[in-house]
């Protein structure tokens, strides 16, 4: 089975022409689907730029809730929909705990890219290293929240991912205490989570959902994690911005095929 990969590049890099040569080197080391969230200020030159036999898919970092209106430096699912953007992360731990956002903000923002065919990356994840148990019961907090109400919109679209159909959204695990610092958790702690994460969709939502594995992900730790099944791909952050990582991510994730 195909695994998804995502290069969520954050506020990087400094120049429209670093980001186009990065984006064209991903595009000429996989012949696989990718997606990459680059900063706001680069999407419409990349995709107008886009090789046409490239299969990266762009995605933004963030999206807001409703389509137009006055709301100050915000960005619309309306809006990047006609920009050629296939979709949005949302709920990254970088705006849940530096920017506030609450669950409630990040469920309207989840309805709203659904409604609008778009793809909803939701980000998940333990704040502190915890005992499994207390990092479950944390997560499905979060999801139970998070996706309150998508169940009637979700249910009527579906969405092609790495060969696969599935529907308009992808879930990344993300620890919190893990992201930055170079220390991801245990792999097998990963997947029992992430077997979890499926169950709980399943049942409550009625929804088969990919989900990825997303926490100081490199060339060194990513073949650990590879090993399980339950891990349907990876949401990478720093590693992206490095053409060394990215060549040895890409070719490890091939090779497990």
């Not at 792999?187 to 969709?201: D, G, M, N, T, Y």
């Amino acid at each position: 089975m195909k695994k998804t990969l995502i290069l969520n590049w954050k506020m990087n890099p400094e120049s429209f022409k670093m980001a186009k040569e990065l984006f064209d080197f991903v595009s000429e080391k996989t012949k696989d689907q990718i997606m990459i969230a680059p900063p706001y200020l680069y999407l419409k030159d990349l995709v107008n730029n886009q090789n046409k036999k490239s299969k990266i898919k762009i995605i933004a970092q963030n999206v807001f809730w409703d389509l137009l209106g006055a709301y100050t430096g915000e960005i619309s699912p309306l809006m990047i929909k006609k920009m050629g953007i296939s979709g949005s992360i949302v709920g990254h731990s970088e705006r849940r705990y530096i920017l506030k956002e609450d669950d409630d903000l990040i469920n309207k923002k989840i309805i709203s890219l659904i409604k609008n065919d778009l793809l909803a990356v939701l980000c998940v994840g333990e704040t502190h290293k915890d005992s499994l148990n207390q990092a479950l019961i944390f997560i499905k907090n979060q999801l139970k929240k998070d996706l309150s109400k998508i169940s009637n919109s979700i249910n009527k679209i579906s969405y092609l991912s790495a060969g696969r159909k599935n529907t308009k959204l992808i879930i990344a695990y993300e620890p919190v205490w893990s992201i930055g610092g170079g220390k991801p958790t245990d792999a097998e702690r990963s997947a029992l989570i992430i077997k979890e994460i499926k169950k709980f969709v399943k049942e409550k939502h009625g929804l088969d959902v990919e989900v990825l594995y997303g926490g100081s992900v490199d060339c060194k730790n990513i073949s650990s994690f590879l090993k399980y099944k339950e891990i349907d791909g990876f949401l990478v952050g720093s590693a992206s911005l490095k053409k060394s990582e990215i060549s040895c991510i890409i070719n490890k994730v091939a090779q497990n095929k």
